[in-house]
């Protein structure tokens, strides 16, 4: 099979990565070469780390990376289903839709990694609506299992069985979820990191003494704070905006902090700031 992944930053990265090493040929496409060249070393760095760990061998390194070919064209695309992973802004994700249904073969599935907006809004910006689903991998996309596969109110059954199996030839656990904001893993994450922003925020303790309760305390492997560096804090942002909007309800208003620092640009650790300091 033939696939398109459009942006190449750490999740579109990830995908491709995964999609390559489970056979399929792969265009990863992005707006500019730089952001191309810096996507192909994240997936060389990550083969080279399985190559040491005696995961695979050099030969097997190279073949996945030879069934990957960057470009920033979009135009004239023969491939069975394209993954957008693009930044989580919906005008964004509108336009890259209508470009993807004018360019696309009739028979691709246009699929989102989207982390929170609705793919029946995205499916209704394209002329295959029944063609068009989510499928929401996790960060690391090469570590993490699981992939919430969400259906628009116009996705097919065949679409949906296609994108589950592809999921798990991909070695990953497809879960399938409703169309609602945030889906289920955003709805129940962000919140939390929200209301520890908000403990931060009250001095209610360090961003140190919050994320050592959650991790000793709730054993998550992670802290709140810390793991909202490693998503960007502008993900965070535009994911909680999402949940505020879409059931306005005020437990879901983004904390002044989190605005804060977004526009201070300390976006955590893609920006070398953000509620610690990165080298």
Not at 123 to 138: D, L
Not at 158 to 176: H, I, N, S, W
């Amino acid at each position: 099979m033939k696939l398109v992944v459009i942006g190449a930053g750490q999740m579109g990265a990830g995908i491709a990565q995964v999609a390559a090493q489970s056979g399929h040929e792969v265009v990863l496409n992005d707006r500019t070469q730089q952001f191309l060249e810096r996507g192909i070393a994240t997936i060389t760095k990550n083969l080279n780390r399985n190559v040491e760990k005696g995961r695979i061998d050099a030969a097997g390194r190279d073949a996945i990376l030879a069934r990957i070919a960057p470009t920033t064209q979009l135009a004239g695309l023969d491939v069975d289903l394209a993954i957008e992973a693009a930044t989580e802004h919906l005008e964004t994700k509108l336009e890259l839709f209508r470009t993807l249904d004018r360019e696309c073969a009739p028979r691709a599935i246009l699929a989102s990694n989207t982390s929170s907006i609705s793919i029946t809004l995205l499916g209704g910006a394209t002329k295959r609506p029944e063609r068009v689903i989510g499928m929401h991998f996790m960060n690391p996309v090469p570590v993490m299992a699981l992939v919430e596969i969400i259906r628009g109110i116009a996705t097919s059954q065949e679409t949906y069985e296609f994108t589950r199996d592809l999921a798990v030839q991909m070695g990953k656990t497809p879960v399938e979820v409703r169309d609602f904001p945030g889906f289920v893993a955003n709805r129940v994450l962000m919140p939390m990191i929200n209301e520890a922003i908000y403990a931060l925020y009250e001095g209610v303790g360090s961003a140190e003494a919050i994320d050592t309760v959650m991790k000793l305390g709730m054993n998550h492997p992670m802290g709140p704070l810390a793991l909202a560096d490693f998503i960007g804090l502008d993900t965070c942002l535009a994911i909680m905006q999402v949940l505020h909007e879409g059931f306005g309800d005020s437990k879901y208003r983004p904390c002044p902090l989190l605005r804060q620092y977004v526009a201070a640009g300390w976006l955590g650790k893609k920006s070398g700031r953000g509620f610690y300091t990165y080298a």
